[in-house]
């Protein structure tokens, strides 16, 4: 097994299980590990009693009998996911006084009055909630430069980015403070942090999560899903937060998995497809030697890798900011400086129309204001077919590469990102080049389908290692085979996974 920063998450609710440590420990270590990683700006809110009161709580649900799933495992949460006081079953709830930014201004007083559905479930499997984290405002960058409250650095090394939208939660578990967290992917915002900081991320297919309590950014696309140290790990919280939520509309009505078991299912007799779009000149040389390595791995373990095509790639980079725009321009018309968050100070003679945009104009980021405005004009008459129209029937295609692809493979072997983490700064003047690094994961939300980032390789050697991750894309619903591959990938490269500042 890879070397990892912590303790497995798994390993951690075993021992608390059978009270040879307590959940209050490790929740002490985890807040001390967070005190200590500040200058990397992973987390933003944080309540030490709140935790150490959730931490005890699991504690004396264990010595009562309860059999915890995930007893005392310390997590992050994107700061997307609402927590909020709600949860009376935990106390007076998590203890970070509803706070859900978003990584934006406008929602820094904001207090949620719920908490997501995820969290609750979580939290009821054992959980012990650290922080929440750092993010890219409202899920929109690749980053982790785009937050209103500083930019978040990759553990591997401080003058990198760590990936993003959910950058934070990435940082913080390759740091050392958690073994696991929760991110949301719209278009790779779980999938690309964690190949940044050589972690395992996990996209579900649309639906399998529920969205309730997820700050929307594209309706169609987010999903919540784990980051975590491992695949049994990340197997291990996916289990815990599947399942049927009547609250959001676009839950499946599927039982959750069991996926933990799954990983020990026998490899033989699968078929993984490579699609020959993957193979571009344009991918650094340590993502080509990553994802030769991931090949070579499953087919020691008795696993074929086939050719594959998938057509539209070039072209799902282009559709998806046009529907993810769209949907942002639409979702983000509730911040309005009316009924929560920011609301600028008017002069009695101002109008209702000058309260809106100067709130907004206050409030949001430059990316954020970018993409509404990008939104609003693809949404626009006469523009409506011409962009957004097309983009859904590319969408369509999209979708149909994939299933073409399944005739032949039962997941899809693909870089992460063509490249491993850059330089802060190296791509903030240019969005194009920014929105380019997606090009590999934005096809996998419009299409639905779950997929799994796993790490497989490095750039660069020593104490200037950075990690490079390789995705799976499975069948939708298929998360068990797909996680099979990525654990099969996993143990068989046996990473050094400890980033230079836990080392």
Not at 83 to 111: I, K, N, Q, V, W
Not at 193 to 211: E, H, I, M, W
């Amino acid at each position: 097994m890879s070397r990892r920063p912590v303790m497995s998450g798994i390993e951690v609710a075993a021992m608390v299980s059978r009270r040879e440590r307590t959940a209050t420990q490790f929740a002490a270590s985890a807040l001390e590990a967070q005190a200590r990683c500040a200058s990397l700006n992973a987390t933003l809110a944080v309540s030490t009693e709140a935790t150490m009161r959730l931490a005890a709580d699991v504690d004396a649900r264990v010595a009562m009998g309860e059999r915890l799933p995930l007893a005392g495992v310390p997590v992050l949460i994107k700061d997307n996911i609402a927590t909020g006081p709600d949860l009376r079953t935990f106390g007076d709830g998590l203890g970070f006084g509803g706070a859900t930014t978003c990584g934006s201004r406008f929602l820094e007083t904001y207090r949620s009055p719920f908490s997501a559905t995820a969290m609750a479930w979580l939290l009821a499997a054992g959980v012990v909630p650290i922080a929440k984290t750092n993010m890219d405002e409202f899920g929109m960058g690749s980053s982790g430069e785009n937050s209103a409250f500083g930019v978040t650095r990759n553990p591997w090394d401080a003058a990198r980015v760590p990936g993003g939208s959910s950058s934070g939660s990435a940082a913080g578990v390759a740091a050392g403070i958690a073994p696991l967290a929760l991110g949301s992917d719209t278009g790779g915002s779980i999938r690309q942090p964690a190949s940044f900081c050589g972690l395992v991320g996990v996209k579900p297919t649309y639906g399998r999560v529920s969205r309730w309590g997820l700050v929307a950014y594209a309706s169609s696309l987010d999903q919540i899903g784990p980051i975590a140290t491992c695949v049994a790990d990340a197997a291990a919280c996916l289990e815990v937060i599947c399942g049927i939520d009547p609250r959001d509309a676009t839950s499946a009505a599927r039982p959750s998995p069991e996926l933990l078991a799954s990983l020990e299912l026998p490899l033989v007799g699968l078929r993984v497809g490579m699609p020959r779009q993957a193979l571009s000149e344009a991918n650094h040389a340590s993502v080509v030697t990553a994802l030769d390595a991931a090949a070579a791995a499953l087919k020691s373990r008795g696993v074929e890798v086939v050719e594959v095509d998938l057509p539209h790639t070039d072209v799902g980079i282009a559709a998806y900011y046009i529907i993810a725009a769209a949907e942002a321009s639409s979702n983000l018309a509730r911040f309005d400086g009316v009924r929560y968050g920011r609301r600028a100070a008017l002069e009695p003679s101002d109008s209702l129309e000058t309260l809106y945009s100067r709130s907004r104009a206050e409030g949001f980021g430059a990316e954020v204001k970018r993409r509404i405005m990008l939104g609003t004009h693809v949404l626009s008459s006469g523009y409506y077919d011409a962009y957004y129209a097309s983009a859904q029937k590319v969408r369509r295609l999209i979708l149909g590469d994939y299933e073409a692809a399944w005739a032949r493979c039962d997941a899809i072997l693909m870089p992460t990102a063509p490249s491993p983490a850059f330089a802060i700064g190296e791509k903030t003047a240019d969005p194009l080049a920014m929105y380019l690094e997606d090009v590999y994961t934005v096809g996998v939300n419009l299409a639905g389908l779950p997929a799994v980032s796993v790490p497989a390789g490095f750039a660069g050697e020593g104490r200037s290692r950075l990690p490079v991750g390789v995705q799976l894309v499975g069948r939708a619903f298929d998360e068990a085979t797909m996680l099979r591959l990525a654990r099969a990938i996993e143990q068989t490269l046996d990473l050094d996974l400890v980033a230079p500042a836990v080392a």
